[in-house]
């Protein structure tokens, strides 16, 4: 799906100061700062995508009968933009994201943003705030594209109308303290999708139904959740919003099958590709709980460790649930964990080859 519709280029007549934005950038956080510019476009059936321009960062203004508000139709995505060794600005397989908005988009009925205009949005606002991407190891300009349904009507239908937004955030490491192992709890209260439902879309009712979850978790003292299937609440699916990774002493490396309740995750996708060219026998399968922690108990699972855009490649500690807890081998960092997150973070950061051309220059 293209489009040649153009992007109006209408910069802030106030953008923060070199002095206010290096400020900033010397702690960003995670989600907490935001950049000068944000890229627009609207939807209507019978003048498809347009008015797509970039413009100041600013308020929205909504109609109180603004559907998105009162029935969901809300989709985003993450990627990030990395400062590369020469001084250039490069984006990592935004393609992918593109595909997935418009899988998350023919789910939830609405509008699909074109891929040409999916990564020309993405390429002029990192052109135009090239100046907030962090030059800091770990960290990058994350970027947060977003559909929502504009109709301002109480009828129980999809909408005619979709605002696109896109916008940026200079970002730190998702978890304070940098790269250190995370506890987790196995949620067998709640579940994150069911077969048939949203689980495989990146929609905002999906984290919306997970933080009462989080909040469970972070009362065991966790850090996150650890998602189970919902027919049998034995089998692991996701932690958080992140997808899971399990690597065995014989050197298998498995990940959990995409069922449709899952979501498909690009650094999922990538690991799968980069555990291969390591000689790791990759694969897809289904892990219950009681694999992990008998695996655990008798030293053939050695690490396991979550991945996704905001957390890059995170290890997991320690694991607790409703009769316990246990450890993943002596709990710290495994070697595989860290040479998969190393060799990401490479390619990313334009310290290593990357072979399978993933990484595309925009600045």
């Known amino acids: 799906m ?37 890229v627009t476009a609207r939807y209507l059936p019978d003048r498809g995508w347009h008015d797509a321009r970039l413009g100041a960062y600013e ?31 490069a984006l990592f397989r935004p393609e992918q994201n593109a595909e997935r908005f418009q899988r998350s988009a023919r789910r939830l009925a609405m509008a699909e943003v074109p891929t040409g205009l999916f990564l020309d949005a993405v390429r002029e606002l990192v052109r135009a705030d090239r100046d ?3 030059t800091q190891p770990g960290e990058s300009l994350y970027l ?37 192992p995370v506890s987790v709890w196995l949620s067998t209260e709640y579940t994150r999708a069911a077969p048939g439902g949203t689980g495989e879309a990146k929609c905002a009712g999906n984290y919306a139904a997970s933080l009462v979850a989080q909040a469970q978790a972070a009362e065991q003292g966790c850090d996150q959740v650890v998602w189970l299937d919902a027919i049998e609440h034995r089998y692991v ?41 390591m000689g790791l026998d990759v694969s897809e399968g289904r892990i219950s709980t009681e694999d992990w922690e008998a695996g655990a108990a008798d030293g053939s699972l050695t690490e396991v460790f979550a991945c996704g855009t905001a957390a890059v490649v995170t290890p997991v500690g320690e694991v607790k649930h409703t009769h316990g807890s246990f450890t993943v081998a002596d709990g710290q960092p495994g070697a595989v964990t860290m040479k998969v997150r190393e060799a990401l973070l490479g390619i990313q950061q334009g310290t290593a080859p990357d072979q399978h051309g993933w990484v595309q220059r925009v600045a």
């Open 59 to 89: 308020p929205l203004t909504l109609d109180p009968a603004t559907s998105a508000l009162h029935y969901g139709q809300s989709i985003f995505e993450g990627l990030k933009a990395y400062h590369q060794p020469d001084g250039g600005v």
């Open 132 to 134: 907030w991407v962090p």
């Open 237 to 277: 699916e996701e932690m958080g919003g992140m997808n899971l990774y399990f690597v065995y002493a014989d050197g298998r490396m498995v990940t959990p099958s995409l069922t449709g309740t899952l979501l498909p995750g690009v650094t999922r996708d990538s690991i799968l590709t980069l555990g291969r060219d």
């Open 2 to 38: 293209t489009t040649d519709l153009t992007i109006e280029l209408a910069p802030s007549s106030s953008p923060r100061s070199a002095e206010e934005r290096g400020r900033l950038l010397r702690d960003p956080g995670f989600g907490q700062v935001f950049t000068d510019h944000m």
């Open 144 to 180: 947060r594209p977003l559909e929502f349904a504009t109709d301002p009507f109480l009828g129980v239908r999809p909408s005619r109308g979709y605002l696109f937004l896109l916008f940026a955030s200079p970002a730190a490491t998702y978890f304070t303290g940098g790269v250190r």
